[in-house]
T-cell receptor
Framework: NAGVMQNPRHLVRRRGQEARLRCSPM?????VYWYRQLPEEGLKFMVY????????ESGMPKERFSAEFPKEGPSILRIQQVVRGDSAAYFC???????????FGPGTRLLVL | GESVGLHLPTLSVQEGDNSIINCAYS??????FIWYKQESGKGPQFIID?????DKRQGQRVTVLLNKTVKHLSLQIAATQPGDSAVYFC????????????FGTGTLLAVQP
């Protein structure tokens, strides 16, 4: 059973470009979470999604950030018009029922030049 | 806001010794706690969890203790090995519909051979 998969593992963007981060949950998991980690800090919750629904986006910046988890395909975290402060590691986690353990992917490290 | 914090940012131990990593949480409504291990360049890896109706749980070489009176969580690693070197995070789940995890800033465990 493959774990949570994320791609790309590393992404370099110039200021003003768009970044698209993908997450495929573990097989059988229908709940996806996105977290952001700045260097030498803990992970910060961004958004919680189920298939075709955003359940909690309280940790997501109001501007430029969006997330989706379509009926088919991976979950996408989209950052428009990136700025240097968006540079961070973005982790996706998935769980079967929502109150179960969240299993994390390897992360996407975004660098904005 | 509510937060989870760690007492020791760095812990250095000799190989073979036992390690104890501590964590304080502030939200008395949290009902589920997890310890994650994060190696450099990787995503958080689940180690062990505990629910608020328990005060101790054991796994392979690891034990988690929960003291709800003082809102304290600890991770004990027996016979620490070089492969245990990593950053350890405690995380709390406040329950409810969101299921988001609140992470502490992490403790770096350095195992000396």
């Amino acid at each position: 059973n493959a774990g949570v998969m994320q791609n790309p593992r590393h992404l370099v963007r110039r200021r003003g470009q768009e970044a698209r981060l993908r997450c495929s949950p573990m097989k059988g998991h229908s709940h996806v979470y996105w977290y952001r980690q700045l260097p030498e800090e803990g992970l910060k919750f961004m958004v919680y999604l189920q298939k075709e629904n955003i359940i909690d986006e309280s940790g997501m910046p109001k501007e430029r950030f969006s997330a989706e988890f379509p009926k088919e395909g991976p979950s996408i975290l989209r950052i428009q018009q990136v700025v240097r402060g968006d540079s961070a590691a973005y982790f996706c986690a998935s769980s079967p029922p929502p109150t179960s353990t969240q299993y994390f992917g390897p992360g996407t490290r975004l660098l904005v030049l | 806001g509510e937060s989870v914090g760690l007492h020791l940012p760095t812990l250095s131990v000799q190989e073979g010794d036992n390690s104890i990593i501590n964590c304080a949480y502030s939200n008395s409504a949290s009902d589920y706690f997890i310890w994650y291990k994060q190696e450099s360049g990787k995503g958080p890896q689940f180690i062990i969890d505990i629910r608020s109706n328990m005060d101790k749980r054991q796994g392979q070489r690891v034990t988690v203790l929960l003291n709800k009176t003082v809102k304290h969580l600890s991770l004990q690693i027996a016979a620490t090995q070089p492969g245990d070197s990593a950053v350890y995070f405690c995380a709390e789940n406040e329950g409810g519909a969101t299921n988001k995890l609140i992470f502490g800033t992490g403790t770096l465990l350095a195992v000396q051979p």
